[in-house]
């Protein structure tokens, strides 16, 4: 079976994009995959894709290179058209509304085309009709799932398949550094300034354990300058991307997420796959779409004190090994229904149920 994934950029350093360029890996496995990226601006994607999944893109937006059309919206829309009118897939999975809509006005009537959706529905306009050309959405939380099935009303078939994690072994953590860990993309809504001031009460109390932020993005210079201002630079490092998350958070006992909503929610799945707790806040569409509390993690209510409550949880779980190793071993059992086989094996029966 053809099948094609269909991406912004698998250029990127996103949620989306890791737990697509998974997915791809796993169903390469039994099938002819491919990731289209509609636009490219490095050499490399930003994340590994197996090799027996063949990678392009409509659009090569690198410095440097020449386009018979002036660069913007227009010229990428016209080449996604072509795209995709000469497209040979079976299946034709898409990774963004404005993209599940394009696939549906244009995409091979033929092939057998969902909708992968992670976050509330956009401006509903185009996506009521549209969608219907679909033959099936598939989200990643049950809260997305409930939202697009209220929107599409019955009009298309709307399914829960979680994200996959990268294919095991995964590492484990040995639950014996004094490291909290944290990653993901600096953006506001991840609001890792929370988290960076709750660090400070854990610095002053516990001041040989050590806070790990991995990532980047336009908060960079402002959560600097806060580790500057509370005297954290002993405290807390800024340890850059890494395409090797899972990795990267097994060197820690701890990983914290402090996010308004994490709709992406690849962060905490890899964190519970190496085997590390998860401390968040109880926000909607937040960790606790993933997190059990008190059997994979700790979650913390919003609100007034929040900042001395999250930091509290985190002296709570420093202080009490035993807790940490039991919840421990709740995120790895957690962290088995997002493994690549299982997830590929729900794509693959939504595929044959579409295409009857």
Same mark, same amino acid.
């Given at each position: 079976?053809?099948?094609?994934?269909?991406l912004?950029?698998?250029?990127?350093?996103?949620?989306?994009?890791?737990?697509?360029?998974?997915?791809?890996?796993?169903?390469?496995?039994?099938?002819? !995959?491919?990731? =289209?990226?509609?636009?490219?601006?490095?050499?490399?994607?930003?994340?590994? %894709?197996?090799?027996?999944?063949? #990678?392009?893109w409509?659009? *090569?937006?690198?410095?440097? !290179?020449?386009?018979?059309?002036?660069?913007?919206?227009?010229?990428?829309?016209? @080449?996604?058209?072509?795209?995709? +009118?000469? #497209?040979?897939?079976?299946?034709?999975?898409?990774?963004r509304?404005?993209?599940?809509?394009?696939?549906?006005?244009?995409?091979p009537? $033929?092939? %057998?085309?969902?909708?992968r959706?992670?976050?509330?529905?956009? %401006?509903?306009?185009?996506?009521?009709?549209?969608?219907?050309?679909? *033959? @099936?959405?598939?989200? @990643?939380?049950?809260?997305?799932?409930?939202?697009?099935?209220?929107?599409?009303?019955?009009?298309?078939e =709307?399914?829960?398949?979680?994200?996959?994690?990268?294919?095991?072994?995964?590492?484990?953590?040995?639950?014996?550094? +004094?490291?909290? @860990?944290?990653?993901?993309?600096?953006?506001?809504?991840?609001?890792? $300034?929370?988290?960076?001031?709750?660090?400070?009460?854990?610095?002053?109390?516990?001041?040989?354990? +050590?806070?790990?932020?991995?990532?980047?993005?336009?908060?960079?210079?402002? /959560? +600097?300058? /806060? =580790?500057?201002? /509370?005297?954290l630079?002993?405290?807390?490092?800024?340890?850059?991307?890494?395409? *090797?998350?899972?990795?990267?958070?097994?060197?820690?006992?701890? %990983?914290? !997420?402090?996010?308004?909503?994490?709709?992406?929610?690849?962060?905490?799945?890899?964190?519970?796959?190496?085997?590390?707790?998860?401390?968040?806040?109880?926000?909607?569409?937040?960790?606790?779409?993933?997190?059990? $509390?008190?059997?994979?993690?700790?979650? !913390?209510?919003?609100?007034?004190?929040?900042?001395?409550?999250?930091?509290?949880?985190?002296?709570?779980?420093?202080?009490?090994?035993?807790?940490?190793?039991?919840?421990?071993?709740?995120? /790895?059992?957690?962290?088995?229904?997002?493994?690549?086989?299982?997830?590929?094996?729900?794509?693959?029966?939504?595929?044959?149920?579409?295409?009857?």
């Amino acid at each position: 079976m053809r099948i094609c994934l269909l991406l912004p950029s698998v250029y990127g350093m996103r949620g989306d994009v890791r737990s697509a360029v998974n997915l791809a890996g796993e169903l390469a496995g039994r099938h002819d !995959v491919e990731i =289209v990226s509609v636009r490219r601006h490095r050499e490399r994607p930003f994340f590994p %894709v197996a090799p027996e999944v063949r #990678l392009s893109w409509v659009v *090569d937006a690198q410095p440097g !290179v020449r386009h018979l059309l002036p660069p913007g919206q227009m010229r990428t829309e016209v @080449a996604l058209w072509r795209r995709l +009118r000469a #497209l040979k897939a079976d299946v034709i999975i898409s990774t963004r509304p404005g993209l599940s809509v394009q696939v549906a006005r244009h995409g091979p009537r $033929d092939a %057998v085309r969902i909708a992968r959706e992670w976050g509330r529905p956009p %401006v509903p306009g185009p996506i009521r009709k549209f969608y219907p050309r679909l *033959d @099936a959405v598939a989200t @990643a939380t049950e809260t997305s799932r409930q939202d697009w099935d209220r929107l599409l009303n019955g009009g298309t078939e =709307v399914r829960l398949i979680p994200d996959a994690l990268p294919a095991g072994p995964w590492p484990r953590s040995r639950m014996d550094n +004094r490291i909290v @860990a944290a990653g993901g993309r600096w953006v506001p809504v991840k609001a890792y $300034d929370r988290l960076i001031r709750a660090f400070a009460a854990v610095a002053g109390k516990r001041p040989d354990w +050590r806070l790990r932020l991995y990532g980047g993005g336009p908060e960079d210079k402002r /959560l +600097r300058a /806060l =580790v500057q201002d /509370l005297n954290l630079h002993n405290h807390v490092y800024f340890m850059g991307t890494t395409s *090797d998350l899972t990795g990267e958070f097994a060197k820690a006992s701890i %990983v914290a !997420v402090s996010s308004r909503a994490e709709v992406l929610g690849m962060t905490v799945i890899e964190a519970m796959a190496s085997g590390v707790p998860v401390i968040g806040f109880d926000s909607p569409r937040g960790p606790g779409e993933f997190v059990a $509390d008190g059997r994979s993690g700790v979650l !913390v209510p919003e609100g007034e004190g929040e900042i001395e409550a999250y930091a509290s949880a985190l002296l709570a779980l420093i202080d009490d090994e035993r807790r940490r190793r039991e919840l421990s071993a709740g995120a /790895l059992a957690a962290a088995a229904a997002y493994a690549a086989p299982p997830v590929a094996e729900q794509w693959e029966k939504l595929i044959a149920a579409a295409s009857r």
